[in-house]
């Protein structure tokens, strides 16, 4: 595939995210739950495929983080707790995929900013753990494990560029929502709407900045290249 060619399919896929993005948020509004319902799967499957549309070197591990991610989706439609713990460990799969991706790309390399960043995001989440506890019930072990590895998500992509680190507070925060509506506090106005939009961008930052930091990491390599090119060596 040539470049246009392969940019004008990203382009398109990622028109098709933002689309389907837009329905879906229209429809938890006008309370459509069949739209809803249909357009939530393909959000993430979107998504993944504009990252392998958009470069002949995507990295690895972030199709996968999105496409594990649309396993949770799926699985969070069904309203039982085996489905629900389904997509929890879908979703915890994806954050070790995100993780491992932006630990590989030296997100952890300046250690002091890092430590400064988990420190953060530590004592956010234990003030998180400790307000919640009483009402999670059942799930209070999955709850504390899965959140340590969002926590972990958002403290190494804040080590990559601003897109990845706020996409990855946006994650956070989606799913804090989630973990008070489990814990039955009060609904805030509009809080499955405020779910899924802080989802969505959050995982258009995620991806559109590991992409960008690709695209930055391959550029020098390109032009040391360009010489040989032209030379013919």
Known sequence: MTITRRLRSASGLLSGYAAASAAHL??????????????????????????LAGTEEAPKLLAPALLLSAGGDVALQFDDDAAFL????????????YVTMFAQRGALTDRRRSAVIAAAYAAAW????TELW????????PVALYSLLLAS?????????????LGGG???????????????????????????????????????????????RAEPHARLSAPAVATGR
């Open 86 to 97: 389904a997509g929890m460990g879908s979703f915890a799969a994806a954050h070790v995929c």
């Open 26 to 51: 229209g429809a938890i509004v006008t309370g459509v739950n069949t739209l809803r319902h249909a357009t939530k799967p393909a959000l993430m499957p979107l998504l993944a495929a504009h990252s």
């Open 170 to 216: 946006l994650f956070l925060l989606s799913d804090t929502l989630i973990a008070t509506r489990l814990a039955k506090w009060k609904a805030l106005p509009g809080h499955e709407f405020w779910i899924m939009a802080t989802y969505i961008v959050g995982q258009y930052l995620l991806a559109t900045g590991t992409l960008k930091h690709q695209a930055e």
């Open 153 to 165: 998500t958002a403290v190494t992509s804040a080590g990559i560029n601003w897109r990845t680190g």
């Open 134 to 141: 009483p009402d999670l019930g059942d799930l209070k072990l």
């Open 126 to 129: 234990a003030v998180l753990i």
